[in-house]
């Protein structure tokens, strides 16, 4: 099946500083996806993308879905305690819902105040 | 509106045992999906359902089986449990290619 590889698997940051992930595979992907979990909780998406080159922010958090459409990447900027959790993207193959997805193994983040 | 729940929240099973892990959504939405979570693995899709009446397998599907006969449940099962199937099982519903959480049911099994 399709891999995607996201790293880093862990991130230890202080406050204040900016996060960078990302998510690359060996295939194309048409919508890519980027979810938070917090501890104990599910995923909740923080932003969709869904065209290559696509840009969007959501306040401090910026993703952009690759040109050659086989990665995605996830900044945050100015990062506060409450960032921590872990950041999943996941890609889709297929516009229906029941296209084919595949997450990311997902980057564990740590914010020291 | 209370989203997609998840019962139960935690259940310890012996190697054998079965149970039903429940999935509800009250969005009206017609696709949900089970996964099951481990370290490192990321999320892994087990089986998944289009609509009322239907099931399809994920890339995970052995072991497992799945039933939709209401819209607003999506039922996973274990017949026989192993060790191997000690994770955390999340439900999620689907609007347009938004995926909706549950908040996850943590399974051991002995």
New interface residues.
Partial sequence: ?QQ?N?SP?SMFIQEGEDVSMNCTSSSIFN?W?W?KQDP??????LI?L?KAGELTSNGRLTAQFGITRKDSFLNISASIPSDVGIY?C?G?VGGT??GK?T????TILTVHP | NAGVTQTPKFRVLKTGQSMTLLCAQDMNHEYMYWYRQDPGMGLRLIHYSVGEGTTAKGEVPDGYNVSRLKKQNFLLGLESAAPSQTSVYFCASESGETQYFGPGTRLLVL
């Avoid at chain 1, 997450?103 to 997902?106: C, E, L, M, S």
């Fill in positions: 099946g995607l996201q698997q919508t996806l979810y104990g909780e599910g995923p909740v998406l969709a869904y999943f996941l889709r819902s029941y997805l997450f990311g193994q997902g």
